[in-house]
């Protein structure tokens, strides 16, 4: 039964548990209240009932004193005797007002005889009620027991109790009826906390931009409310947040699958494509046949080349324990002068300008990921400007970095494409040929191995240029 009751109590809502709670406790509280009460009245009825007993046998010691008994009528309802008393036996003297049975008026006079001090006992005289008694001593052996009836005592007492009993109850009622509101008032935040998680839960979670529009407002609940307030709406910002770079990591992943589905369809369609022409077509001259195998050598190993970026991207983004550097102390400034040669050598038509800057920057990286960072920067000028346009490489080296910077004087960059121009397979003029243009990774690559190196790389924002800075830390450790 008690589990039961504890299990239904479990079941509750917080505000009529609350309200349960504070409904037992102030009970107990008006149960103490109301036991003192009683006690401290009764109490002070009976000592004021003793002091006008003692009062009264004043006069009737007196009046015992000299006739023997007392002959003066006492009140209504109370009672007197005379005891003689000696050697432990009380014997009463008569004409007495006492009851029926009165062996407790004996027992009071004989316990009198040997404390010598007056006693006061309350009793239940049968058939009579309560009563109390009082003995003094008249004279040496002589005893005076007087019993007053208690009936008003505890009539006063048992009123008082139904007034407790009443006032304590309807109380009771309105502290729980009320205290119910209070708290049904004080806890309303949590509930709009509660629906609101509920708005959440029924929100769709799935959607490519799935934000959470519901938030907790309201002043009420006092300071340990608002800060539960604040933990939860800044939970949602955080969820928010995290819901978007998730939607945004999705939709980047799935160009990302459209993009290189892309690029390698175009590639292994002309490789079929020349497979179908030898199947049939195999008595060609030999002169076309090694013009189509050239082909298929260049297809593989444009598809070769896309690979190998998309593996080297795969492993840097994984940051596998065995990361694809080989780290080693190596010249910035002799790099820098290799990849200038080669741009030259390959692209003659862009007049290159080379400021190495000091004779010797001395780092640690790993040196072919860093010629393929330059590498790809000056190839990507050469791709997107036309012939005679200019191109410019610098070294600078400051207290804690190492910059290379590589700027033509190209067209530029749309405003509206700087923010992905580091995306992959993003290409700032999508009309432009593969050919020229490019598979789209070559940015990508070179920003991925700078982060990898611990560095970072810019675009700056020039007007009518393109500069590029990368930044690698002077102190590069692996």
């Known amino acids: 039964m008690i589990r039961r009751w504890w299990r239904a109590y479990r079941g509750l809502r917080l505000g009529t548990r609350l309200a349960l709670g504070l409904g037992v406790l102030s009970l107990a509280v008006f149960a103490v209240v109301g036991t003192v009460l009683t006690a401290y009245m009764r109490d002070y009825l009976e000592r004021q009932l003793a002091d006008q007993m003692k009062l009264v046998q004043v006069v009737q010691s007196k ?70 008694l009082r003995a003094c001593e008249v004279e040496p052996g002589v ?18 109790i139904t007034v407790q ?90 160009r990302f699958v459209a993009d ?19 199947q049939y077509a ?38 596998e324990v065995e990361a694809p550097l080989r780290w080693e102390d190596a010249d910035l400034t002799e790099l820098v002068r290799q990849a200038g040669d080669a741009f030259r050598a390959g692209h003659p038509e862009h007049p290159l300008t080379v400021t190495p800057g000091p004779a010797a920057v001395r780092l640690r990286l790993d040196p072919q990921r860093i010629r393929q960072v330059l590498d790809n920067l000056l190839t990507n000028a050469a791709v997107h400007t036309p012939p005679g346009t200019k191109v410019a490489v610098a070294v600078s080296v400051t207290a804690d970095a190492a910059r290379v910077t590589v700027a033509d004087t190209g067209p530029g960059i749309p405003a509206a494409d700087r923010e992905r121009i580091f995306d992959r397979f993003y290409r700032v003029d999508r009309a432009r040929s593969r050919d020229r243009g490019g598979s789209g990774l070559g940015l990508a690559v070179a920003g991925s191995l700078v982060r990898a190196h611990g560095g970072t790389i810019d675009l700056g924002d020039e007007p009518g240029t393109t500069v590029f800075t990368v930044t690698l830390p002077a102190a590069a450790a692996r």
Request: charged letters at 25%.
């Open 282 to 319: 195999a008595a060609n001259a030999p002169g076309e046949r090694e013009r189509h195998l050239a082909r298929l050598r260049a297809e593989a190993a444009r598809m070769g080349v896309l690979l190998d970026d998309l593996l080297l991207l795969a492993r840097l983004d994984a940051a």
């Open 63 to 132: 009046d015992a004193a000299a006739h023997g008994t007392v002959r003066r009528k006492p009140y209504y309802g109370w009672y007197t005797a005379v005891y003689d008393v000696s050697d432990g036996s009380a014997d009463l003297r008569t004409p007495a007002e006492v009851p029926a049975d009165s062996r407790a008026f004996t027992a009071l006079a004989r316990t009198m005889a040997r404390s010598g001090e007056d006693l006061t006992r309350t009793v239940r005289i049968g058939g009579h009620g309560p009563y109390l």
């Open 165 to 254: 009993v009443v006032a304590f109850g309807l109380a009771l009622l309105a502290l729980v009826v009320f205290g119910r509101r209070m708290l049904r008032r004080g806890l309303k935040p949590l509930s709009d906390m509660a629906s609101t998680a509920h708005g959440i839960a029924s929100h769709d979670l799935t959607e490519s931009a799935a934000r959470l529009p519901l938030r907790v407002d309201g002043r009420d609940g006092g300071q340990e409310v608002a800060e539960l307030r604040t933990a939860f709406n800044t939970m949602l910002e955080h969820i928010d947040d995290s819901l978007a770079v998730r939607a945004e990591a999705e939709q980047r992943l799935r």
């Open 260 to 278: 290189a589905s892309h690029e390698l369809r175009t590639p292994l369609m002309s490789v079929r494509g020349y497979a179908d022409l030898f």
């Open 143 to 160: 005893v005076l027991v007087s019993a007053a009836p208690m009936g008003d005592v505890e009539d006063t007492v048992e009123q008082l």
